[in-house]
């Protein structure tokens, strides 16, 4: 497996965790960061003990000693800067979603083909051992043919701290920002009930409550998937929901109470999933993690850096569930002002 030297492109939240992760890693190193703001560069190299700080981009881009850069910077900005990293011979791991639009993600995906380097779409959750493991037990049969699925992730966000959820030209609402890992949870559902390595909802619709810039605050949407599957997907950034997942068969049930995206299940540990046969009673299966989240997505890249695509997250899988954000968004009107 190849050691990867990573730099990051910008230095927020996000890029923290990731760099703890990289630490945790067995096949990445840190070696440079770049943000706009030099001294919150400086100090976010100083507590990860990263050896370069750079006050740009393409600095960064032009460092030699860079292998694979990390773009964590706003939505509207992953299209711009994967392209340059891709443009710079850098692979590329992007934040979820690659893009603003199915449409931007093809240019992106054609920038890595044309420079031949590896492209992944940073959906940690699809590493993580209990999404591996629910998908292991949908294929398997256990709860016998899948009927419906419902996921719900939302939370109630300060706005003067996330002034990007607001901004639409920034991607903001709540269905890029999160309703992407429902789309992705309910597909990846129907995936492993049908056997398809890629599948798209034959029908998608929605309503949202949309904020007076036009971006959705919490949104609903239901999709019609292969197997005749029924999927319910919540999202919202300004109202708190019980997050979690539910997919029902015809002979029984399972439950995710503390999906793998949440905060506290980025760690290593425990986590559970409740299965309950029709007409039986709950079974509850542990599901022990021994690494984080983003030191396994570190090391997945790794892994298949090689192979210019990581097998569970494909460039196709990536515009599949792009063309369905593309698609609940339209129903449910975003862009328009309240």
């Known amino acids: 497996m190849t050691e990867l030297r990573w730099g990051l492109l910008a230095a927020g939240t996000i890029a923290a965790h990731f760099a703890a992760g990289v630490d945790e890693s067995k096949h990445g190193v840190l070696g440079a960061v770049a943000a706009r703001d030099a001294g919150r560069t400086r100090d976010f190299a100083t507590r990860f003990d990263i050896p370069k700080a750079y006050g740009s981009y393409e600095e960064l881009l032009a460092d030699p000693d860079i292998d694979a850069v990390y773009v964590s910077t706003p939505h509207a900005l992953h299209k711009q800067w994967a392209i340059a990293a891709a443009e710079a011979g850098k692979h590329v791991?992007?934040?979820k979603p690659l893009t603003i639009t199915a449409a931007d993600a093809e240019e992106v995906i054609a920038a890595a083909r044309a420079h031949d380097v590896f492209l992944m779409e940073a959906f940690m959750y699809r590493l993580h051992p209990q999404t591996r493991r629910l998908a292991e037990l949908i294929s398997s049969g256990a709860i016998g043919e899948v009927r419906a699925v419902d996921t719900t992730f939302s939370f109630d966000s300060n706005p003067e701290e996330t002034a990007r959820l607001g901004d639409p030209a920034l991607g903001g609402g709540g269905i890029l920002d999160v309703g992407c890992y429902c789309t992705s949870l309910a597909r990846l559902v129907a995936q492993a009930a049908t056997g398809?390595?890629?599948?798209?909802?034959?029908?998608?619709?929605?309503m949202a409550h949309l904020s007076a810039t036009g971006v959705d605050e919490w949104a609903t949407g239901l999709l019609r998937l292969p197997g005749d599957i029924l999927a319910t997907i919540s999202c919202g950034i300004r109202l708190t929901r019980e997050d979690g997942i539910r997919v029902f068969g015809s002979d029984g049930q399972i439950h995710i109470p503390r999906p793998a995206w949440i905060h506290p299940l980025r760690k290593p540990g425990v986590s559970q999933i409740i299965l309950t046969p029709a007409g039986g009673e709950p079974e509850v299966i542990e599901v022990e993690a021994t690494q984080g989240v983003f030191a396994r997505e570190a090391d997945h890249v790794a892994a298949h850096v090689e192979d210019r695509q990581a097998p569970e997250l494909t460039w196709a899988e990536t515009l599949?569930?792009?063309?369905?954000?593309?698609?609940?968004?339209?129903?449910?009107?975003?862009?328009?002002?309240?």
């Open 93 to 95: 791991l992007c934040e």
């Open 196 to 206: 398809q390595e890629v599948v798209e909802p034959a029908e998608v619709s929605g």
């Open 320 to 338: 599949a569930n792009l063309r369905t954000l593309d698609r609940w968004r339209e129903a449910v009107g975003y862009g328009r002002s309240s």
